[in-house]
C-alpha cells in the first residue's frame, strides 16, 4: 500500500514576531520545515511527500532546496485561505488507495515510533489521531465563570493524523465550518469514528519564539544521538 504524506506549511507565522515565516527559519543548521521531511524519512524512505505552501511562497522555498542541497522529493500544491484549504489542495494529489498522513510543517520533533503507531493503525482502522495526556491542572471558563476540568478524561491532540485516502478525500468534499480545527473533526463530521494512539510529548507546535528555542535544543540533542 503507497503511503502519502501532505505537508502543510502556508502559515506566515506572525507570533514568531518575524520577517520570515517559520517554517522557513534556520534551526540547528536548516530550515525548520527540512528537518520535518527528514523526522519523516528516518522512519520511513520510501514515503511519498505533498508540500502545501502558498504560491507566493513557491520561490522562497525553490530558493532553500537549492541553497541547503535538499533533496527529498516532492510535490507542491497551492495553499488555501485556511489549513482546511490547503489540506483539500494536498490531497488532490494523493491516490485514492493510499494512506495519507496529513502534518504540520512546522512538528519537526514526531517521533518514529508515534509513526509507526499512526500509520499502522490507520491501515487497521482507517484512522489514526496522535495524543498526549495533560499534565497541567484545566479550567474551563464561560461567560466570565470558570470551572476545572477533570484532564484525565483529556486528550491534546497532534499531528500527524492518518487517514484511508479514498475517505479522508470524500470526508473534504464538503463547505468549510469554523469546527473544522484539524482533520480528524472533517473526517468525523462524515460519520466515522475516530481512532486514537499514543504521541509524543515533544512532537510540539513550533509557534512561538520559545518554541522556537526548546525546538533547537531538541533537535540538537536528537542530531548528537
Given at each position: ?159 500527524p493524523q492518518a487517514f ?62
Open positions: 500500500m503507497l503511503k502519502y504524506v501532505v505537508i502543510t506549511a502556508g502559515g506566515t507565522g506572525k507570533r514568531m514576531r518575524r520577517a520570515k515565516p517559520k517554517q522557513f527559519i534556520e534551526v540547528a543548521g536548516k530550515p525548520l520545515l527540512m528537518h520535518t521531511f527528514e523526522a519523516f524519512v528516518r522512519f520511513d524512505p520510501s514515503l511519498h511527500f505533498v508540500l502545501v505552501i502558498s504560491d507566493n511562497m513557491v520561490g522562497c522555498w525553490l530558493e532553500l532546496v537549492k541553497q541547503y542541497k535538499f533533496n527529498i522529493a516532492h510535490q507542491i500544491a497551492s495553499g488555501g485561505p485556511s489549513r482546511f484549504h490547503s489540506v483539500k489542495s494536498g490531497l488532490r494529489l494523493v491516490p485514492e488507495d493510499a494512506i495519507v498522513a496529513i502534518h504540520d510543517g512546522v512538528r519537526p520533533l514526531v517521533s518514529e515510533e508515534t509513526l509507526s503507531r499512526v500509520f499502522d493503525n490507520a491501515i487497521r482502522f482507517g484512522n489514526a489521531i496522535p495524543v498526549v495526556e495533560s499534565k497541567d491542572s484545566l479550567r474551563q471558563v464561560h461567560y466570565g465563570t470558570n470551572q476545572p476540568l477533570d484532564r484525565g478524561g483529556i486528550r491534546l491532540v497532534q499531528t484511508q485516502a479514498g475517505i479522508i478525500k470524500k470526508a473534504y468534499n464538503r463547505n468549510y465550518k469554523d469546527i473544522f480545527t484539524d482533520d480528524a473533526t472533517v473526517y468525523e463530521a462524515s460519520g466515522h469514528r475516530i481512532t486514537l494512539v499514543e504521541g509524543n510529548p515533544e512532537n510540539i507546535k513550533v509557534t512561538t519564539p520559545d518554541d522556537l528555542i526548546l525546538a533547537e535544543a531538541l533537535l540538537m540533542q536528537r542530531m548528537r544521538q
